[in-house]
T-cell receptor
Framework: GENVEQHPSTLSVQEGDSAVIKCTYS??????FPWYKQELGKRPQLIID?????GEKKDQRIAVTLNKTAKHFSLHITETQPEDSAVYFC????????????FGRGTSLIVHP | GAVVSQHPSRVICKSGTSVKIECRSLDFQATTMFWYRQFPKQSLMLMAT?????????EQGVEKDKFLINHASLTLSTLTVTSAHPEDSSFYIC??????????????FGNGTRLTVT
């Protein structure tokens, strides 16, 4: 099955800095890669996603890049703000037809004001 | 946007009792819902896939007789933790995919249920 590795587990930045979270996946058939943000005690919420026919996608301060050859994808947050502090999960669909995502272990992002 | 309602948000029960958690898609229909378990500071571990009108598909290591899943309609799935024990204490969270979006569309999560078994 699919295996998703996510790094780092904790990321601490100053307000205004950029933050990058990286994930790798194992199943070359995976073709859908969502990112979720989970604030403490709340539900994960989709913040951006990318499909395998696209190399990069941007939405304001958030961008995701995908390298299919290397089987890795990254989340980039620019001009970080304290409200960006949360746990971020990457995921990759299993490519087996059911598209059940496999989640990474999560990155706790802390933005210091 | 798509909303998934999960109840209860918190439940405390005694060891040996059963607890039912409901997951409803409020403004869309979901032929498939997913149940996850999340330990503190850890990722979302898929427990089972709930299929409307058919049996749930359980992940390896998840006891289907302990975690009963029923998906009776296109908007409701329930997870029943039977004969709960303290080790079942955890955060349980459901998610659903809008059937109109196809199998590659994103998941929408419920708010989760914090289960504490004393």
């Amino acid at each position: 099955g699919e295996n998703v590795e996510q790094h780092p587990s904790t990321l601490s930045v100053q307000e205004g800095d950029s933050a990058v979270i990286k994930c790798t996946y194992s199943d070359s058939a995976s073709n859908y890669f969502p990112w979720y943000k989970q604030e403490l005690g709340k539900r994960p919420q989709l913040i951006i996603d990318i499909r395998s026919n696209v190399g990069e996608k941007k939405d304001q301060r958030i961008a995701v890049t995908l390298n299919k050859t290397a089987k890795h994808f990254s989340l980039h947050i620019t001009e970080t703000q304290p409200e960006d502090s949360a746990v971020y999960f990457c995921a990759a669909s299993n490519g087996g037809g059911s598209y059940i995502p496999t989640f990474g272990r999560g990155t706790s992002l802390i933005v210091h004001p | 946007g798509a909303v998934v309602s999960q109840h209860p948000s918190r439940v405390i029960c005694k060891s040996g009792t059963s607890v039912k958690i409901e997951c409803r898609s409020l403004d869309f229909q979901a032929t498939t819902m997913f149940w996850y378990r999340q330990f503190p500071k850890q990722s979302l571990m898929l427990m089972a896939t709930s299929n409307e009108g058919s049996k749930a598909t359980y992940e390896q290591g998840v006891e289907k007789d302990k975690f009963l899943i029923n998906h009776a309609s296109l908007t409701l799935s329930t997870l029943t933790v039977t004969s709960a024990h303290p080790e079942d204490s955890s955060f349980y969270i459901c998610s659903a995919r809008d059937r109109r979006g196809g199998i590659g569309s994103p998941l929408h999560f419920g708010n989760g249920t914090r289960l504490t078994v004393t």
